[in-house]
């Protein structure tokens, strides 16, 4: 996984509420095997007419927006589909930081798997930071100070020490969990004479 | 000190608590799809490591599968390397699979109960959200991401952060012409589909208990359109007279070892949950979606919002752009809302139950000229029993298709799809932007509402077809 230590970019805002991930990546597109590739058809519907045109007024096909490395958004992002192809297209679009005062679950989980770094803050700092958008101003994010500054500024934000560490360090969690290797043998060796009917043994 | 079922089954399935906070958790059962699994195979692959226990995973083919004539197989071409991919992977890596021509395929979260591979107090994940349905026979029933497929394939755990507990009770009895998928969609729009985004659900009161297990998995199913990360219910008999001598149960004296551990799954007494709402059954009434989320939920004898009347400008703004893609205006009434099509399936509600209440509602009638409508049953299984009954005459005779199983036009996946502009009584679980074909329009509806709709030509209420 690509690590993610600290960015500057300018920062799209796109402010709309609870957008699922199937406005992030239509089911169409879920039809790949591979994960890259997803970047030309993020957030499809609002990007191009039914002609296949870009739209024109949508922040992320107009400059400087198309090269935004940080998207703000309204909250309950990523929420509904599993789908990792939402985060994999996020990526392939070049988007490696979400601002949002909240994630749906899945989605934010899925994030941190692919280098991602999805930021949780209140609205009133939302709405701070979305003028930045506006006036086509960079703003840095960095994560191992955990702060985003802007201007004179600077905003802390909180993330999960472990999480952190994964996205700082690019860390491969399977193979953390395999180090564990011995517990999970004993505890299946152990759920084998508790439960029998789990190995329909 | 007392503890909920979540917190037991969670303590249960302890492998490791990290100094993080994290837990490594076992997962008993792995369900697989062709759609949230591929990139997991591969990533399998390139690192060289290996599936650590085939046996406790099942895979099927059902987001990408024709629900049309089967026998010349698939012919778009993207979908049908993504089933054969699948098929490549299971067949590499030892693991049990139902083909597009077995008779047990369907939607994973169909053939999981119906096989009986889905128990009481499992930890059950599958690379889809709406395993949320699982959580029907008291499992801890968690929809994950294609990283955490590949983690599970490797190791048989999954890594977690506890949620916090939410109960929900709902009490008294269902009133005449309302379903479980009405108090579901009456509780998300209670909620919001943000409301129970950091908790495990637990569904409670005398309502859930009455209801039958193909009722209670509607409830589950659609947790996930509350934000939760699971949703579950106490397993009862019920339950267990369901699982009884299904393929995959235990049998013998696993089966009595079994149902001994089952019987005890339940949350404490004096359990604490963090949040806690209650309904009564007597206020639930037929539920229809107008927007597109699932909290935008109105009863049939209602209206249409008018944006004017929201005072928070983030509620208004998303009011006015839901009416501008469904086309709707303010202030009218749902029941005149004329609909194009109407689509009965999906793993909310596809399963047999789910068409003997909509083949009620439309023995002996006729849908709307102008309506175009399908049945999708949720599995091979699902479709030869209702077949038996002779529902599928039922459905042909009022003028539906009756189609192969799969998930067909709940996502639009496939060659199902609608046009844009396009409007569907869909018994679906999500109303998104495009969800159902860019440009479609989606009322969510329980399977006897959307029979309602078929006849009528427009959003009605099911109560007027019934006695």
Redesign the interface.
């Known amino acids: 996984m690509q690590k993610f230590n600290s960015l500057k970019s300018i920062p799209a805002y796109l402010p709309i509420v609870n957008i699922d991930t199937d406005m992030i990546i239509p089911a169409q597109f879920l039809k790949t095997i591979k994960r890259t590739g997803l970047g030309k058809n993020l957030f499809y519907a609002m990007r191009y007419d039914y002609n296949g045109t870009e739209i024109k007024n949508f922040i992320l096909n107009q400059k400087p927006y198309n090269n935004s490395q940080i998207l703000i958004v309204g909250k309950n992002f990523g929420c509904g589909s599993s789908r990792e192809h939402a985060p994999w297209a996020l990526l392939d679009f070049g988007i490696t930081c979400v601002i949002s005062s909240s994630y749906a679950d899945i989605f934010y989980n899925n994030c941190f798997k692919n280098g991602i770094l999805p930021i949780i803050l209140e609205e009133d700092k939302i709405k701070e930071l979305s003028e930045y958008s506006k006036r086509k101003e960079e703003i840095s994010v960095d994560l191992k100070k955990e702060k985003i500054i802007f201007g004179n500024s600077e905003i802390k934000f909180e993330i999960d020490p472990f999480k952190k560490k994964c996205l700082l360090e690019g860390l491969d969690d399977i193979a953390l969990s395999l180090e564990k290797e011995k517990k999970i043998f004993s505890f299946e060796k152990n759920l084998k004479n508790t439960k029998p009917w789990i190995f329909n043994d | 000190m007392p503890q909920t079922l979540y917190d037991k089954i969670w303590n249960e399935h302890l ?2 608590q ?1 100094e ?3 837990s ?1 958790l ?1 997962v ?1 059962r792995h369900l697989i799809h062709e ?2 699994s ?2 997991a195979f ?1 990533s399998l692959r390139t ?1 060289g ?1 290996n599936v ?2 085939p ?2 995973t099942l895979a099927v083919a059902d ?2 599968v024709p629900t049309t004539d089967r026998s010349k197989g698939i012919s ?1 071409e ?2 049908k ?2 089933v054969d ?1 699948l098929e490549k992977n299971c067949k590499e890596f030892g693991i049990q699979l139902f083909d597009m021509n077995d008779k047990r395929q369907g939607i994973v979260h169909i053939i999981g109960p119906e096989q009986g591979f889905t ?1 009481p107090g ?1 930890i059950i994940v599958c ?3 709406h395993t949320a349905t699982h959580g029907a026979f008291g499992a801890l029933a968690i ?6 497929v ?2 599970v394939l ?4 999954l ?1 977690q ?1 506890k949620s916090g507990n939410f109960r929900i009770n709902v009490n008294g009895t269902l009133p005449i012409g309302v379903t479980s998928k009405d108090v579901i969609l009456q509780i998300i729009g209670k909620i919001g ?2 409301g129970g ?2 908790y495990v659900i637990e569904y409670a009161g005398s309502l859930i208990s009455s209801l039958s297990v193909e009722q209670r998995m509607t409830i589950c199913n659609m947790t ?1 359109e509350g ?1 939760a ?1 699971a949703g579950l219910i106490q397993p009862d008999k019920k339950i267990f007279e369901y699982l009884k001598n299904k393929p ?1 149960s ?1 049998k013998n004296e ?2 009595e ?2 149902e001994e ?1 089952w019987n005890k799954l339940s949350s404490d007494v004096d359990a604490k949950f963090d949040k806690e709402i209650t309904l009564e059954g007597k206020d639930i009434k037929p539920m229809v979606t107008w927007g597109t ?1 699932p909290q935008d939920v109105v009863t049939i004898d209602g209206k249409v919002p008018n944006p004017e009347k929201e005072f928070d400008i ?1 509620k208004k ?2 009011i006015q ?1 839901s009416l501008n893609y469904m086309g709707l205006k303010p202030d009218i009434s749902v029941k005149d809302i004329k609909i194009d099509k109407v689509f009965i399936g999906s793993c909310t509600n596809g399963r047999i139950e789910d068409l003997r209440e909509a083949a009620k509602i439309l023995k002996d009638k006729k849908i709307a000229n102008h309506v175009s409508a399908m049945v999708v049953p949720g599995s091979g299984l699902v479709k030869e029993q209702a077949e038996q009954e002779g529902l599928d005459k039922i459905f042909i005779n009022s003028g539906f298709e009756w189609r192969e199983p799969g998930c067909s036009m709940c ?3 496939n060659a199902d799809k609608l046009k ?1 502009e396009e409007r569907c009584a869909s018994t679906s679980n ?1 109303n ?4 159902q074909g ?2 479609g329009r989606t009322h969510l509806l329980s399977p006897a509402m959307a029979a309602a709709a078929a006849i009528s030509g427009s959003l009605d209420d099911v109560r007027k077809y019934q006695n």
């Open positions: 492998v490791h990290q993080d906070g994290t490594l076992f008993d759609v949230t591929p990139q591969e690192s490591r650590r226990q046996n406790l987001h990408n778009d993207e979908s390397i993504q991919t128990q499992t690379g889809d959200s929809g994950i991401g294609t990283s955490e590949e983690h490797a190791t048989q755990t890594i952060k589909t943000a985004t950091g996930i934000g990360r995959m235990p696993n089966w070892k079994a551990y989320s983030d703004n998303s752009r996502l639009a996946m844009p999500r998104f932007e495009g969800r860019r440009g």
